[in-house]
């Protein structure tokens, strides 16, 4: 949601006024890396089973695809062709790896999970949505800020439960039992 509110500071920023067409491929690339992420996640899964000849078919089916699919997208859509089947490859990916794994696991989607992840990114995207973007530090204080107000609805939300929240305690505060000793 970040990167959808954001690609167009962004490209301005990094890049001149030419390149700003680029905003909607970084918003479609964006999506395929959501598809992404969900399936390498179910990658970790499989690994447990060991399913390694499954899952470099389905990384070689997905790369075969999105190249097919680039020869006849590109010539199209130019570069949002592309993106197109980036995407592509990455949903259907997806997909097949969700049902194939649906035979070895139960997969099951927790909707306020859902919910509260949904409450949360939108919020944050209407709210750095709302901050004038003008220069590179401008930008990268509202990517951080955007984090923040993320993290922080999932905190408000109860997203996290209370192992997860002593987890991130043990990590940010790192208590060390010895005592800390300076050599001159």
């Known amino acids: 949601v970040g990167l959808f509110v954001l690609a167009e500071p962004i490209i301005k920023s990094l890049s001149s006024q030419e390149f700003l067409a680029g905003d909607r491929v970084l918003i479609i690339v964006t999506i395929g890396i959501f598809f992404s992420g969900i399936f390498v996640r ?19 089916a997905m790369a075969i695809l999105n190249i097919g699919l680039n020869f006849w997208l590109i010539p199209k859509f130019g570069i949002m062709g592309a993106a197109y089947s980036t ?22 989607f ?3 999970w859902l ?41 408000l939300l109860r997203f996290y439960d209370k192992s997860e929240l002593l987890l991130l305690e043990k990590i940010f505060f790192m208590k060390n039992k010895k005592t800390k000793e300076i050599y001159l």
Request: charged fraction near 10%; aromatic fraction near 12%; proline fraction near 2%.
């Open 42 to 60: 179910f990658t970790d899964l499989l690994n447990v089973l060991k399913k390694v000849k499954v899952l470099s078919s389905m990384w070689l």
């Open 110 to 112: 927790q909707k306020n």
């Open 87 to 108: 995407l592509i490859g990455f949903l259907l990916g997806t997909i097949a790896i969700i049902l194939y794994s649906s035979f070895y696991f139960d997969i099951i």
């Open 115 to 155: 919910i509260k992840i949904a409450i949360s990114s939108a919020s944050m995207g209407w709210l750095i949505s709302l901050i004038p973007v003008f220069s590179p530090v401008n930008l990268v204080l509202t990517i951080l800020i955007g984090g923040l107000i993320y993290v922080g609805l999932l905190l």
